[in-house]
Nanobody, 116 residues
Framework: QVQLVESGGGLVQPGGSLRLSCAAS????????MGWYRQAPGKQRELVAK????????YADSVKDRFTISRDSTAVKNVYLQMNSLKPEDTAVYYC?????????WGQGTQVTVSS
C-alpha cells in the first residue's frame, strides 16, 4: 500500500509556470512507472507524462516541449511535473500515480487553473 499526495497546483496566468510535486508515503521500489494524469471538466482522465523505473520519459503530444517530468534518482519517494508556457487548455485536476506489476495507486489530485 502507498499513499500519494500532490501539491503545487493553483491559479496561474497564461504563459506562466507551475511545479507540481507528488510525495509517496514510502520509498517506491519495483515499480513500472510513475506518472501525471489530468482530468478537465466533462472530459476523460488523460496521460500527461510518465517516467519509467529506467528513467524513460513519455509525454502527451499536447505538452511536449512545455512540461518536464522528473523523480528522485535514488530512494524514490517523489515525482515532479514542471509545467511551463501554460495555456488555458491545461486547466484540469492533475493526479499522480505509481504503477506496480499488481496495483496502481492514485493521489487525490491538485487543481491547476490557467486564466487571465
Amino acid at each position: 500500500q502507498v499513499q500519494l499526495v500532490e501539491s503545487g497546483g493553483g491559479l496561474v496566468q497564461p504563459g506562466g509556470s507551475l511545479r507540481l510535486s507528488c510525495a509517496a508515503s514510502r520509498t517506491i521500489i519495483s515499480f513500472i512507472a510513475m506518472g501525471w494524469y489530468r482530468q478537465a471538466p466533462g472530459k476523460q482522465r488523460e496521460l500527461v507524462a510518465k517516467i519509467t523505473s529506467g528513467g524513460k520519459q513519455i509525454y502527451a503530444d499536447s505538452v511536449k516541449d512545455r512540461f518536464t517530468i522528473s523523480r528522485d534518482s535514488t530512494a524514490v519517494k517523489n515525482v515532479y511535473l514542471q509545467m511551463n508556457s501554460l495555456k488555458p487548455e491545461d486547466t484540469a485536476v492533475y493526479y499522480c500515480n505509481v504503477m506496480f506489476f499488481t496495483n496502481t495507486y492514485w493521489g487525490q489530485g491538485t487543481q491547476v487553473t490557467v486564466s487571465s
